[in-house]
């Protein structure tokens, strides 16, 4: 599934050859369907890619498509999908706001039970000074 520009869900539609199907369902049991149906769709892709990037070469020979299979794995082996130390970044980042946000926090109490604290000493003071008779 994809995403508009309003975040509303559109359904994309791909078929899955049986081959494709079979492997998948094979290769990936105790997976969500959803899981399934997104690893076919990436796989039907690559598929498509490689024989339109042959079929563009001129005549589709083997060797034609096993260098576009090869480039298309390439590439997809060369992307990173997720990461791992961009997500160490992320949470390291996320725990050193946590902690400073958690150490501001006490701070702040401490500052305002401190003016309480202030508070309460003068109002006891004003409250048993002696009043001049009159």
């Given at each position: 599934?994809?995403?508009?520009?309003?975040?509303?869900?559109?359904?994309?539609?791909?078929?899955?050859?049986?081959?494709?199907?079979?492997?998948?369902?094979?290769?990936?049991?105790?997976?969500?369907?959803?899981?399934?149906?997104?690893?076919?769709?990436?796989?039907?892709?690559?598929?498509?890619?490689?024989q339109s990037e042959a079929e563009s070469a001129g005549t589709l020979t083997i060797e034609t498509y096993v260098n576009a299979v090869r480039r298309a794995r390439e590439v997809i082996e060369g992307e990173k999908l997720i990461e791992r130390d961009r997500?160490?970044?992320?949470?390291?980042?996320?725990?050193?706001?946590?902690?400073?946000?958690?150490?501001?926090?006490?701070?702040?109490?401490?500052?305002?039970?401190?003016?309480?604290?202030?508070?309460?000493?003068?109002?006891?003071?004003?409250?048993?000074?002696?009043?001049?008779?009159?």
């Open positions: 599934m994809t995403y508009n520009a309003n975040n509303e869900e559109n359904l994309v539609v791909v078929e899955v050859s049986p081959q494709t199907h079979e492997i998948v369902e094979t290769e990936m049991t105790g997976e969500t369907d959803e899981v399934k149906h997104e690893t076919k769709a990436l796989i039907e892709a690559i598929k498509r890619r490689a997500l160490e970044r992320s949470w390291t980042n996320i725990q050193e706001d946590a902690e400073r946000n958690w150490n501001l926090l006490l701070k702040e109490v401490a500052e305002v039970s401190d003016r309480f604290q202030e508070s309460a000493k003068a109002a006891w003071e004003t409250f048993t000074a002696p009043r001049p008779r009159s």
